[in-house]
């Protein structure tokens, strides 16, 4: 159902799954199934993970996984009730993304500029569409030769769902993709092609996600920043953070994340409040009284 009728990304469908065995595991060893689970059994299991020490957010993830199955097996008529309706979820606190400053995306560029030959250029690429688009790593490293076939404006990101979206391309990273594609020949075989524009010689045909990130903690290293602090989602977030701290409006950079509700987008709140904080310190008529007149 995820796949065939959500469209489920396969790193979705993966995280379900785990969610779901993880759950059923557990479910085994009181002697029951997903088929006769009560609601017991949920609020229990909700109290194994918060007893193992798991955060509120991923026991809430979890539970949301039981609720969406759960409902399945109900409107299938697998169940006659869905025991997970009752449960409340547990209580999360609102915790701040983590965001680069401007800087040190900078420190990060210069340290990938450092690097020689073609390895060096491709990471400059990803890195400088990573920062201009805000894409996901896994749009990222999925795009399509196709989309990077001309001198353009604007790519077709991919996103969850299979939905499509128009990002934006800056000078810098078109710049950088051109002398990227120069060398992309290079990841492949001798007489090989291929379809994506990252290609690699591994199973899946591109470079994976988790060498992408492998390859920001080196440079975080290299550029003197701690890289507990550097991924790819790091970078997400920096894009979103820095646009809004330069006067972007929420809802336009929800439509580049490829957020479908822009409450997921509200996370970066914080940074409207410091600009909208320092917009009435400066500007308010009340705020401009005492200071002194500049002509």
């Known amino acids: 159902m995820l796949a065939a009728e959500r469209g489920a990304a396969d790193n979705t469908q993966a995280a379900y799954r785990r969610d779901l065995n993880h759950f059923i595991g557990w479910l085994a060893k009181r002697g029951r199934g997903a088929d006769d689970a009560v609601p017991d059994d949920v609020?229990?299991?909700?109290?194994?993970?918060?007893?193992?020490?798991?955060?509120p957010s991923t026991?809430?993830?979890r539970l949301s996984a039981l609720r969406q199955f759960f409902r399945f097996l109900y409107a299938e008529?697998?169940?006659?009730?869905?025991p997970s309706a009752a449960i409340d979820s547990p209580r999360r606190g609102r915790s701040l993304p983590k965001v680069l400053s401007e800087d040190e995306v900078d420190l990060l560029l210069a340290a990938a500029c450092g690097i020689e030959g073609p390895e060096g250029v491709r990471l400059v690429a990803m890195l400088e569409v990573l920062y201009a688009t805000g894409m996901r790593v896994s749009e990222l490293v999925e795009l399509p030769l196709t989309a990077v076939q001309?001198?353009?404006?604007?790519?077709?990101?991919?996103?969850?769902g299979?939905?499509?979206?128009?990002?934006p391309l800056n000078g810098p990273a078109r710049d950088a993709l051109a002398a990227y594609k120069a060398v992309r020949g290079g990841f492949m075989a001798e007489g090989e092609e291929s379809r994506?524009?990252?290609p690699s010689r591994g199973k899946s045909g591109h470079l994976t996600r988790q060498r992408f990130g492998q390859m920001l903690k080196e440079l975080a290293v290299a550029a003197g920043l701690d890289p507990g602090k550097v991924s790819p989602h790091v970078l997400r977030h920096a894009f979103a953070s820095h646009l809004l701290a330069h006067g972007a409006d929420l809802r336009s950079v929800q439509q580049m994340l490829g957020h479908a509700d822009i409450s997921t987008t509200q996370i970066y709140t914080h940074v409207l409040d410091a600009r909208l904080k320092s917009l009435v310190a400066d500007k308010h008529p009340l705020a401009m009284r005492g200071k002194p007149r500049q002509d």
């Open 162 to 167: 299979a939905k499509e979206r128009l990002v």
């Open 196 to 198: 994506w524009l990252f």
């Open 150 to 160: 001309r001198d353009q404006d604007f790519l077709v990101v991919r996103g969850k």
């Open 77 to 82: 008529g697998l169940r006659g009730d869905d």
């Open 43 to 55: 609020r229990d299991y909700l109290t194994a993970l918060n007893s193992a020490g798991l955060a």
């Open 59 to 61: 026991s809430a993830r």
